[in-house]
């Protein structure tokens, strides 16, 4: 049972756990490793080893709440995903947009690449990449570049280092969270809708919706 378990982790121990718990419940991904951009290097996340080595723990936890705690070790990823569905954050077209494209990115990055699992782009060239696929026909505003990266951000798709969100110079890593975010039959069906209907991706009134606390993917 989840109280007996519990109550053999030290205080320090229930206190980290009080805490990842809040921080997923907020940011759905927790993943193995943190990117230190100033060394150019990544560091093992203490909170995700914690979790694996207690997961059954948390799962019970969870569970009474209606959430979902799975894993993924090939990708050093762990997230929520909820039973109900109350938890869905509802993102605007740009955002959505943004979230497709960057998985196009991480997509043909990664087959360039042998050993390495960081995939790196900047802002500007995600515009780039957004005209040249037609999904937009001009550089957003700033104002949305900046609210939609910070949302991805948020949920753990996308880091940077120092410098704004919307300047054409900004690192951007994406972190393997987009790939169960947006699944390869969800870029697929973008690819055919962009050979079939450039431009097209989304209806002009249409909104995408990211659970909050799962990684069902967009909806």
Same mark, same amino acid.
């Given at each position: 049972?989840?109280?007996?378990?519990?109550?053999?982790?030290?205080?320090?121990?229930?206190?980290?756990?009080?805490?990842?718990?809040?921080?997923? &419940?907020?940011?759905?991904?927790?993943?193995?490793?943190?990117?230190?951009?100033?060394?150019?290097?990544?560091?093992?996340?203490?909170?995700?080893?914690?979790?694996?080595?207690?997961?059954?723990?948390?799962?019970?936890?969870?569970?009474?709440?209606?959430?979902?705690?799975?894993?993924?070790?090939?990708?050093?990823?762990?997230?929520?995903?909820?039973?109900?569905?109350?938890?869905?954050?509802?993102?605007?077209?740009?955002?959505?947009?943004?979230?497709?494209?960057?998985?196009?990115?991480?997509?043909?990055?990664?087959?360039? &690449?042998?050993?390495?699992?960081?995939?790196?782009?900047?802002?500007? =060239?995600?515009?780039?990449?957004?005209?040249?696929?037609?999904?937009?026909?001009?550089?957003?505003?700033?104002?949305?570049?900046? =609210?939609?990266?910070?949302?991805?951000?948020?949920?753990?798709?996308?880091?940077?280092?120092?410098?704004?969100?919307? =300047?054409?110079?900004?690192?951007?890593?994406?972190?393997?969270?987009?790939?169960?975010?947006?699944?390869?039959?969800?870029?697929?069906?973008?690819?055919?809708?962009?050979?079939?209907?450039?431009?097209?991706? &989304?209806?002009?009134?249409?909104?995408?919706?990211?659970?909050?606390?799962?990684?069902?993917?967009?909806?």
């Amino acid at each position: 049972m989840f109280e007996e378990k519990y109550e053999k982790l030290s205080m320090t121990e229930q206190e980290s756990f009080k805490r990842i718990i809040n921080w997923m &419940l907020a940011h759905t991904f927790l993943l193995q490793d943190s990117y230190v951009f100033d060394d150019s290097m990544k560091r093992t996340n203490p909170d995700y080893l914690f979790v694996e080595r207690n997961f059954e723990i948390f799962e019970e936890y969870l569970e009474y709440s209606g959430f979902r705690l799975e894993r993924d070790s090939n990708y050093g990823v762990i997230f929520l995903s909820s039973t109900y569905e109350f938890n869905r954050v509802k993102l605007d077209k740009m955002t959505t947009l943004m979230i497709y494209v960057l998985r196009v990115i991480y997509e043909e990055e990664r087959e360039k &690449l042998s050993l390495s699992r960081d995939i790196f782009t900047s802002t500007g =060239d995600l515009i780039h990449k957004m005209i040249s696929l037609g999904v937009i026909k001009k550089k957003p505003a700033n104002q949305a570049m900046r =609210d939609g990266l910070r949302t991805l951000n948020r949920f753990r798709i996308v880091e940077k280092p120092e410098g704004s969100w919307e =300047d054409a110079d900004t690192k951007l890593l994406i972190l393997p969270t987009i790939l169960f975010i947006v699944t390869n039959e969800r870029i697929s069906n973008m690819y055919r809708l962009l050979e079939e209907e450039p431009g097209e991706i &989304l209806q002009e009134d249409e909104d995408e919706e990211i659970d909050q606390n799962a990684a069902d993917t967009l909806a």
